[in-house]
């Protein structure tokens, strides 16, 4: 069973944007933060932003003032707003959760990735 199912990747031009949404399974629960990572190829995994159960919010300094995290509690889906993107945003998206889950504990969850490509 997957537990955190992404959307919302693609294929946008320079300067253009996307919206990302990732949706956490009825098997998560008491979710202490939510985010986003994404690794470009040949390079290492890095923080794009994550989001706190109180909306606390953290940016990677490479996309600070272009992308926005929010989160709808209820619902338990993060969403990552990104604006005037860059070719250097392609990479796989990663959504990430602190979180419970029935039967597993406590324990940081990974979606399966979204791609995200900048090309013109």
């Known amino acids: 069973q997957v537990q955190l199912v992404e959307s919302g990747g693609g294929l946008v031009q320079p300067g253009g944007s996307l919206r990302l949404s990732c949706a956490a399974s009825?098997?998560?629960?008491?979710?202490?933060?939510m985010g986003w990572y994404r690794r470009a190829p040949g390079k290492q995994r890095e923080l794009v932003a994550i989001?706190?159960?109180?909306?606390?919010?953290n940016y990677g300094d490479s996309v600070k003032g272009r992308f926005t995290i929010s989160r709808d509690n209820a619902k338990n889906t993060v969403y990552l707003q990104m604006d005037s993107l860059k070719p250097e945003g392609t990479a796989i998206y990663y959504c990430?959760?602190?979180?419970?889950?029935?039967?597993?504990?406590?324990?940081?969850?990974w979606g399966q990735g979204t791609q995200v490509t900048v090309s013109s």
């Open positions: 990430n959760a602190d979180a419970w889950r029935v039967g597993y504990g406590h324990g940081d969850y």
């Open positions: 009825n098997s998560l629960f008491s979710i202490a933060s």
């Open positions: 989001i706190t159960s109180g909306g606390v919010t």
